[in-house]
């Protein structure tokens, strides 16, 4: 074993699998500042009177809130929801066969509100079929999910419906969404993941052209776009990222709105969060799998940087592992392999730098919205060795079972642990 581990450390495709390691975070984070930053300047630092748009002008939205086992946190999402900054909306609730109490606290809200309803299935069918079967009652021209353990800021609504009146052929906007629960080192990696990440990457993106994806937490949609591709895919473990790309395939826009905040409830324990990145990882690779043919098609080329850098992405989280395997072997074997240790190695402090240099252009950017972010920097120097180990054994650990899953499609249900998710209540 020692000799395998000696020849391998020096071996060409070893120092390639080392290059590639260290050479795509690099690459991905100076464009992902410079193009986030441009669109800071473009977008966000000009006044142009893009949001003001008088209010007979504003098309009605319908709010949709899809929700199973919310009964600890869907009192406080919709009461955020009856005095919110916009002139004509309705608050649909769609109760996905709860056994708590969550249809009970929606009456409440529709008592006491004629613009609230409530859709009661029986039988839990997922997310993506809750929100198809509510569409029928839909009565708005653009529609905005919320998740129910989500606090809608009074305001979002114009900003995110700005996009439809003025852009024709936009199809989807996603919102900005700031955690709320922060309680400890866990959510506030998240917290940081969601500024210097999230945020960061969508802003990149539509300079790009195309995202990833919308945001489950808040997104709104031109309903005959939504229409007009199908609704949402049951089968689909994140039917958000699938609308995205099947949107996009058919050449309408997706934008961003920063402007657009919506307070979220993100896992507060490590299995929680284990489960819901697993789900996450299933879903792109999900959409990857069904969508990997645009890579040869023309007319989709403005798509093409957002696929190959979402499989580079898989396939660099099996790197990252195999070559922290073969590091740990080679020490056990007392060898001491090329690289041997990301920390304080050259490259390892260059690539550390550059991350903390993305997370502090994503603070920059996102404390003009959200002056509380600064306060989660003292996680910043654990966040790239930590988080990176534990997203890379998500995605090694979901790739080939949702691969040789990718045949048998079967309806995505959601189960909503909020005692293990430890959420708290949206005031």
């Known amino acids: 074993m020692a000799d395998v581990l000696a020849g391998l450390s020096g071996s060409i495709p070893f120092l390639i699998l080392i290059a590639f390691i260290a050479g795509f975070p690099l690459f991905t984070a100076c464009v992902w500042i410079a193009t986030s930053l441009i669109y800071m300047v473009n977008r966000e630092r000009r006044d142009d009177g893009f949001y003001d748009i008088p209010d007979d002008q504003l098309p009605r939205v319908t709010i949709l809130v899809p929700a199973y086992r919310e009964g600890s946190t869907l009192d406080g999402a919709l009461a955020r929801m009856h005095d919110l900054d916009y002139p004509d909306y309705e608050v649909i609730v769609v109760d996905d066969g709860s056994p708590d109490d969550t249809a009970d606290i929606a009456r409440r809200h529709v008592a006491a509100d004629p613009r609230f309803r409530l859709v009661r299935k029986e039988l839990n069918e997922g997310k993506a079929m809750a929100m198809n079967d509510a569409m029928p009652l839909v009565t708005g021209e653009v529609l905005v999910v919320v998740d129910a353990d989500a606090g809608i800021h009074r305001g979002a609504l114009r900003y995110l419906v700005a996009h439809f009146v003025r852009l024709a052929r936009v199809a989807a906007v996603t919102g900005n969404p700031r955690v709320a ?40 949609f031109r309903v005959s776009a939504l229409r007009d591709v199908g609704l949402f895919d049951p089968s689909m473990a994140t039917e958000d990222i699938d609308v995205t790309w099947r949107l996009q395939r058919r050449f309408y826009d997706v934008r961003y709105e920063p402007r657009a905040l919506v307070d979220m409830t993100v896992p507060a324990t490590a299995s929680a969060l284990w489960r819901q990145r697993r789900r996450w990882a299933q879903g792109l690779i999900q959409v990857l ?39 740990l072997l080679s020490l056990a074997a007392g060898i001491e392999p090329v690289g041997a240790s990301p920390f304080p190695n050259g490259w390892g402090m260059l690539i550390g730098s550059m991350c903390l240099l993305q997370m502090g252009v994503g603070v920059f950017l996102d404390r003009r919205y959200d002056r509380s972010v600064t306060s989660v920097v003292w996680v910043a120097p654990i966040y790239p060795l930590l988080y990176w180990v534990l997203m890379s054994a998500v995605t090694v650990s979901t790739t080939l079972p949702t691969l040789r899953a990718a045949d048998r499609p079967r309806l995505a249900q959601w189960h909503t642990p909020r005692e293990e998710l430890q959420a708290t209540r949206v005031a």
């Open 181 to 220: 629960n922060r309680s400890g080192v866990l959510t506030e990696l998240q917290t940081l993941e969601f500024t210097s990440i999230v945020s960061v990457l969508r802003r990149a993106q539509v300079v790009w052209g195309r995202i990833l994806t919308v945001s489950g937490v808040i997104s709104a």
């Open 289 to 327: 799998r069904r969508h990997w043919r645009i890579i040869l098609d023309w007319r989709c080329r403005r798509q093409w940087p957002v696929l190959i850098e979402a499989v580079l992405s898989i396939v660099w989280a099996h790197a990252f592992l195999l070559l922290m395997a073969v590091w």
